[in-house]
């Protein structure tokens, strides 16, 4: 079974559009075990840190918020030397990495 793993803020301004446009949809996806990771309110190096052991080889990797989450999981697949997908969904108030990356909905 293919695993996909969504991270989001769950403080940012724009949370209530990721629960209702990211998360509850995933919810209905069949195929998929679906993981979440919530970035906590410590630092980046944290937050890398615990994302990266959770990664596994072929993961589908969604970052669902601001150019901070997208930095996070970025650098969290680095670290974690995994084979892993990421898409970058735009919930911040700049997006500068979902439109350098190009993608724009959960679909």
Known sequence: ?????????????????????????????????????????TNLETNVTKLSRLIQDGDLVISAGGDATG?????????????VTLAVLPYGNFNDLARTLGTQTFE
């Open 1 to 41: 079974m293919k695993r996909l793993l969504i991270v989001y803020n769950p403080h940012s301004s724009r949370f209530i559009d990721v629960e209702k446009e990211v998360l509850a949809p995933a919810k209905k996806l069949q195929g998929y075990l679906i993981g979440k990771y919530e970035v906590e309110k």
């Open 71 to 83: 930095v996070i999981s970025a650098n969290a697949i680095l670290r974690s030397g995994k084979d």
